[in-house]
């Protein structure tokens, strides 16, 4: 844990073993740590005790992390010299083992202060839900397409043990996971085919921006940005990348599996030539397991590296001048050195420059996985992009954070503050020139450098997550990912406290998406590290005097059970949660029971009208429904109805329906039977 709370202050050259990005505290600086707890302590005290009511007062809540971290410092330092005071009274009797005890004790308790295994207990928040804000996007306004098929990944996996990990082939069955991301696009998009799903999505993008109803045009770029967190110094072998046995050889990050299908799609699908496409997270090396993985099968794709490694088939990125982002504090609340309090002499941060790539691509294709973080709360779209500047690392925007600092310094909490998340979101490149959202949520986790986490709600039971989300409402699936998270990483949830922590719990996480819906929930005024207040006129990331509109929908479903939004329940114009059917090209589904049989429809394709028969071979009842592509129910032709034994024909006229691939699907006592037919007019 030592090694990892190093990591944090310490950025370590693997080719020089130099050190990079640290500043040496000046004078007595670090003396203001206890002293600002002792403070935080008395004036906790001098609030609470002459009016107990004060202890829910923001100010006091405030000040408590800062007293409770004096407390425990204070314990530890006492047990502490205890120890060292035994030690040594033992060595001068010459006795060894119990010296040797007490060193082991006293190592220990100061230590304690530097480990993280034992993870926070945050109480569960309680959310409003279906009050949905802001403009829904997407082709489908405010739709979230949610795939899970559990044959995705391997049950039995332990995913952070060496040669066992989650992200190997063994563990993940690519067709599976192709298959969910190509029925994920085509009800994303309404289309019967791949390649109609992404010549809807480049016309959708390209409509957006005012490029006009344009599809993929010959010779634009496409940079896929996706999450290697685990990648720094020390978790790689220098001579090949390969990931080393460590505890952070199981972290949760992009799926190489997911990665795969996606340049599948492109190339194979979308007709996007290899030497088109980029792919790499800027602030991390390129592992060996990713490249061969991609590699063999797509050769000409760029994979870009951090600084390095040409030798193994990397690029190196080039820094632009020109590709940056202006942030919307104008230096009043992030700050270069984040990791010494932040103090008001500090270097404000007010841009970020990005490599060529970004100015160069036309498209970017965010690939993030889904996980609770330390500081954040969660980390989706808007947090992966923490790794596309060309900083060493992304300290200088934890400010715009809940927990700038991580636990217990939950130092920003509540709502109506500035979040940098906004910024990025609203961007013109990291955020417009976003093509689709792809969520990998196939291993998800609490925090971000952790290991996965099996899923103990429904319909997970107790397995992976094995899920993708696909929009195109930036909003309407980070807000979908935030409901997941934050109903199963609950204080009930059995290893809470020990291996699991409710990061997501913290008060204000989805703050950025209630601004980045809308702008009535900005902030009027920002609270500058230098403890003054400062008029706030908006987000505008190109400071061009040009403020963002609302970039999508957020609001929470009704429970964890249902899962439904407003457009699912019909109350307003918020999120659709959808989930494609299963349905089957067949003419029958062979595990229906032989009891119910549903037969294809004659003539197919048809105009206008169709002959649908079915028999039963033994009563039941009975619902006879018409799907189109997406999954959407278009006709109900029978509604539960009790049926006897026998052979029905329904004879249906689609006259009202436009040309196209349907479903019907038979449902009898709970099996399901399908068929598809094609109207053709």
């Not at 040797?100 to 569960?124: C, E, M, N, R, W």
């Not at 332990?158 to 969910?180: A, H, R, S, T």
């Not at 060996?288 to 590699?295: I, Q, S």
């Not at 008001?344 to 490599?355: A, I, L, Q, R």
């Amino acid at each position: 844990m030592v090694t990892r709370f190093l990591q944090k202050f310490v950025k370590t050259c693997p080719k020089t073993g130099r050190f990079r990005g640290i500043k040496p505290l000046k004078g007595f600086a670090h003396l203001l740590f206890p002293l600002i707890g002792f403070l935080a302590l008395l004036w906790i005290l001098f609030r609470v005790i002459s009016k107990p009511s004060r202890i829910n007062y923001p100010c006091v809540k405030a000040a408590m992390p800062f007293a409770a971290g004096f407390i425990e410092s204070v314990v530890f330092f006492i047990v502490s010299a205890i120890a060292f005071l035994k030690l040594k009274k033992s060595f001068f009797k010459y006795d060894y083992i119990f010296a040797a005890v007490f060193v082991t004790l006293a190592i220990g308790a100061v230590s304690y202060i530097d480990s993280d295994t034992i993870q926070p207990k945050f109480p569960t928040i309680y959310q409003e839900p279906n009050e949905p804000m802001g403009t829904a996007q997407g082709i489908f306004p405010g739709r979230v397409v949610w795939m899970h098929d559990p044959d995705a990944t391997n049950e039995n996996c332990n995913p952070n043990e060496y040669g066992d990990g989650w992200f190997l082939p063994k563990n993940n069955d690519q067709n599976v996971i192709d298959e969910m991301l190509s029925t994920g696009l085509k009800s994303l998009t309404g289309t019967t085919s791949d390649a109609e799903a992404w010549d809807s999505i480049f016309i959708y993008h390209n409509r957006n921006i005012g490029k006009g109803d344009l599809g993929y045009s010959a010779g634009e770029k496409i940079f896929i940005k996706i999450n290697i967190v685990s990648g720094w110094g020390g978790n790689y072998d220098t001579d090949d990348l390969s990931k080393v046995e460590n505890g952070s050889y199981g972290i949760s990050e992009t799926s190489p599996q997911i990665v795969l299908a996606a340049l599948r799609q492109l190339v194979d699908t979308a007709g996007i030539p290899q030497e088109n496409i980029y792919i790499g997270d800027p602030l991390r090396h390129i592992y060996k397991h990713l490249y061969d993985y991609w590699h063999p099968e797509f050769p000409n794709v760029h994979y870009m590296d951090h600084n390095g490694y040409t030798n193994l088939g990397r690029e190196v990125l080039v820094p632009s001048d020109s590709a940056k982002i202006e942030y919307s504090d104008r230096g009043k609340i992030l700050r270069t050195n984040v990791w010494y309090n932040s103090t008001p002499g500090d270097d404000p941060v007010t841009e970020d420059h990005f490599y060529t790539i970004y100015d160069e691509a036309e498209y970017i294709l965010n690939l993030p996985m889904l996980k609770g973080h330390k500081r954040a709360g969660m980390t989706a779209f808007a947090k992966n992009h923490f790794g596309s500047h060309t900083r060493e690392d992304a300290a200088h925007l934890h400010n715009g954070l809940v927990a700038p600092t991580e636990m217990p310094n939950v130092t920003r909490s509540g709502y109506g503050l500035y979040r940098v998340q906004v910024d990025i979101m609203g961007d013109e490149i990291l955020g417009k020139k976003n093509l689709v959202y792809i969520l990998d949520a196939l291993w998800t986790a609490d925090q971000e450098i952790s290991f996965p986490k099996k899923f103990t709600m429904e319909p997970f039971n107790n397995d992976w997550m094995s899920s993708i989300f696909l929009s195109l409402d930036p909003v309407a699936i980070e807000s979908v990912g935030f409901d997941f998270l934050r109903s199963e990483f609950t204080v009930d949830r059995p290893d809470i406290g020990d291996n699991a922590g409710t990061y997501v719990q913290m008060d204000g996480v989805d703050d950025y998406l209630e601004q980045a819906a809308d702008p009535v929930n900005w902030p009027d005024s920002i609270l500058g590290t230098d403890g003054e207040y400062y008029p706030f006129t908006g987000y505008d990331p190109e400071n061009d005097g040009t403020v963002i509109a609302s970039l999508g929908t957020h609001e929470h479903w009704n429970n964890p059970i249902d899962k439904e939004y407003s457009r699912n329940l019909k109350t307003g114009d918020g999120i659709e949660l959808f989930t494609p059917p299963i349905v089957s090209v067949e003419n029958t589904n062979p595990e229906v029971p032989a009891d119910f049989v549903l037969h294809q429809n004659y003539p197919n394709p048809f105009n206008p009208s169709t002959t649908i028969e079915f028999n039963l071979k033994k009563a039941a009842n009975v619902e006879l429904n018409v799907y189109d592509a997406t999954g959407k129910i278009v006709d109900v032709i029978i509604k539960n109805e009790f049926k006897s034994e026998g052979t029905y024909k329904v004879v249906y006229n689609a006259e009202r329906l436009a040309s196209g691939v349907y479903f019907v699907h038979l449902t009898a006592d709970n099996s399901i039977s399908t068929i598809k037919m094609i109207l053709m007019k």
